[in-house]
Nanobody
Framework: QVRLVESGGGAVQAGGSLRLSCAAS????????MGWFRQAPGKEREFVAA????????NYADSVKGRFTISRDNAKSTVYLQMNSLKPEDTAVYYC????????????WGQGTQVTVSS
């Protein structure tokens, strides 16, 4: 059973930065790509970013391009989301997901971590 555990959420003022981590355990060899999604109150869950197995192939939602960076450390089975220049509209619960296909989620989800950006 694959398990994904997020950490690193919190509260920050607009313009600030946070780094989220997602540690994967279980048969992680099946996880080619990994990604991040988010869900704001009253809204549907949406794609944020994804990264391929090697880390050389990344994909971002237009709303976060140039501000967020996804990366991974395969030796630690961990994926990261560095979030800079945060805006109030980035406030959401952020979920780790694997393995995404393009901007569509895959089977496995983490429990989510709250990110709150105040103006």
């Amino acid at each position: 059973q694959v398990r994904l555990v997020e950490s690193g959420g919190g509260a920050v003022q607009a313009g600030g930065s946070l780094r989220l981590s997602c540690a994967a355990s279980g048969p992680t060899f099946i996880l080619a790509a990994m990604g991040w999604f988010r869900q704001a109150p009253g809204k549907e869950r949406e794609f944020v970013a994804a990264i391929g197995r090697s880390g050389g192939n990344t994909n971002y939602a237009d709303s976060v391009k140039g501000r967020f960076t996804i990366s991974r450390d395969n030796a630690k089975s961990t994926v990261y989301l560095q979030m800079n220049s945060l805006k109030p509209e980035d406030t959401a619960v952020y979920y780790c997901n694997a393995p995404p296909l393009g901007a569509s989620p895959g089977t496995y989800w983490g429990q989510g971590t709250q990110v709150t950006v105040s103006s």
